[in-house]
């Protein structure tokens, strides 16, 4: 938890949400929302790094995070 | 009528016997014959078995007389004797069981004998004589056969050798086919790159739902194919991006946003085909950049809090311009910046804001996550996962940039259609904890506060519990 003094932009992510959903979110709900972005950036650095060492790459490829993509935006449809 | 065939049949020739059935027993035929109308005649049956109280009419091989029995006191006592005097006797004893027996073997063997002899008995003359000989033909020609297949063994090795002699002709005609094959490929191969493209911009697409995008982009594809074709030359593009990205968010934002909304997404990144070359200079000098920018992620953050409140015009178009021309595919490919203000950035690119100015499908601006922020947290987890000392490189940073957009995008749609559909107007924390426990996320032994404490620090923990105290 290299959770620095601020984690993320508050104000940022409920803009995000507000211009994708056109609809506001209450005080808090983007602090939950960022819980679950951090889940799905679990999942896809996850799912990625796998992938990169089946494939035998030292490090996360660009590649292996875009084929990855997909599965793990699936898997965070609600 | 659930009793086994054998006492039916035993039954059945009784009932024929006591009918009279019983005259011509030298009649085989007329055995055989009498079978099949004594099937029939069970269902008939029933009445005798009624009668059948008397131990004589009722055999022991029925079941259902010895359920019957029981019934009646006639029927008891009659059971009680039959279960004294053993089965063998009364068979014996009574007449009719003798005549009974004598009938019964010669169907039974009939019955065995029929099936086989009739055929045999049919064609007894005339078919043998010709069976035999068809037998002896086919023998002959068995023999025949023989002879044959020693020359096919020597033939294929000759073929086989005078394939070595005259391998190139005979090959060659396969070839031709496949030549012809790869005339048609041809036809079709100059599309199939841009299928390719497009399938994978689909595979976006679907992820963002949007059905329509597809024939769109098919017309937007075949500009940016050559765009692209160049632009991937220039693999490293991409660092150019992130520079930009620091100063705008949506670089790609640029692209001619003038077509319909969605596709704009993926399009713009492939309609700007344009120039390469400076995009190639720029490249190779990313590259530094990306191990610099490793370090510093908290200058990008400040850089790119700067660019989205300028919206910096005049520093994307002409920075901006160049590298996106550059980057045609891939950039919008791998390199994230583009994708994520893609679909939005449709309308904004016609304004040439570029990166800064992404629009949603409602036509609002949206804001990239600060790539800061996107790298903290894939460091983070991708040094949880495969060690301390993996390092991000910024195409991959660019690639989960737009995944994340995707996300967001996702996430806000579902979220919408919650608040939605429980009459809010705004996005409420129960929207969330619905998403997450429809994401398999929270579930009975995970609530929403394991979690946040597991990965949130404790203010933002802090404001979360005051918002939604535990229940």
């Known amino acids: ?78 | 009528m659930s009793d086994t065939p054998n006492p039916r049949s035993r039954r059945s020739a009784r009932d024929s016997e006591g009918s009279g059935a019983s005259t011509p027993a030298g009649d085989t035929t007329l055995t055989r014959l009498q079978r099949l109308p004594i099937h029939t005649r069970h269902p008939s049956t029933p009445s005798r078995l009624a009668v059948s109280a008397t131990p004589r009419s009722t055999s022991r091989y029925t079941p259902r007389n010895r359920g019957a029995a029981p019934s009646t006191p006639y029927g008891l006592r009659a059971m009680q004797r039959r279960a004294a005097n053993t089965p063998g006797r009364d068979r014996r004893k009574s007449g009719r069981g003798q005549r009974e027996t004598v009938f019964d073997v010669l169907r039974n063997l009939s019955k065995a004998l029929a099936p086989n002899s009739q055929p045999i008995r049919s064609s007894p003359q005339p078919p043998p004589e010709p069976e035999p000989e068809s037998e002896i033909d086919e023998i002959d020609e068995l023999d025949n056969e023989p002879a044959l297949e020693r020359p096919r063994l020597s033939l294929p090795l000759d073929e086989v050798e005078e394939d070595d002699d005259e391998g190139s002709p005979e090959i060659r005609p396969p070839r031709m086919s496949l030549a012809l094959e790869d005339e048609d490929m041809t036809h079709t191969s100059v599309e199939y790159p841009r299928r390719a493209t497009f399938d994978r911009d689909r595979g976006r697409l679907s992820m963002m739902s949007y059905g329509a995008r597809l024939s769109e982009n098919f017309g937007d594809a075949t500009g940016f194919e050559d765009g692209s074709e160049d632009g991937d030359a220039t693999g490293m593009v991409l660092d150019e991006d992130d520079r930009q990205d620091e100063t705008i968010i949506s670089q790609n934002a640029f692209d001619r946003g003038g077509d319909t909304e969605d596709l704009g997404r993926f399009n713009f990144d492939f309609n700007f085909p344009s120039p390469v070359g400076p995009a190639e200079d720029l490249d190779q000098d990313g590259p530094l950049n990306d191990d610099e920018g490793f370090e510093l992620p908290p200058v990008n953050l400040g850089l790119n809090a700067g660019p989205e409140s300028d919206y910096s015009d005049d520093g994307d178009a002409t920075g901006g311009f160049g590298l996106e021309l550059n980057l045609p595919d891939r950039v919008s490919m791998s390199e994230s910046p583009g994708l994520v203000g893609g679909g939005l950035r449709d309308e904004d690119t016609v304004i040439q804001g570029s990166k800064q100015k992404k629009l949603s499908r409602h036509g609002i601006p949206v804001p990239n996550m600060p790539a800061g922020v996107v790298r903290k947290l894939a460091t983070r987890f991708a040094r949880a996962r495969s060690g301390p000392k993996t390092k991000i490189s910024k195409t991959t940073l660019a690639a989960i940039e737009q995944a994340s957009s995707w996300y967001f995008e996702q996430v806000s749609e579902d979220l919408a259609a919650y608040s939605k559909h429980a009459g809010r107007k705004t996005i409420d924390e129960t929207d969330v904890t619905a998403l997450m426990r429809r994401q398999r996320h929270l579930n009975n032994t995970t609530t929403v506060f394991s979690l946040a404490q597991k990965h949130l620090p404790k203010e933002l923990l802090q404001d979360m519990r005051l918002a939604m105290p535990p229940r």
Do not use: C, W
């Open chain 1, 1 to 78: 938890m290299a959770a620095t003094q601020k984690l993320y932009p508050r104000a940022t992510v409920k803009r995000i949400v507000k211009a994708q959903a056109n609809r506001n979110s209450s005080k808090n709900a983007d602090i939950l929302i960022f819980l679950d972005y951090m889940l799905f950036m679990q999942e896809l650095m996850r799912e990625a790094s796998i992938r990169s060492r089946k494939a035998g790459e030292k490090h996360i490829s660009p590649n292996s995070v875009r084929k990855v993509t997909e599965k793990t935006l699936r898997k965070f449809k609600g």
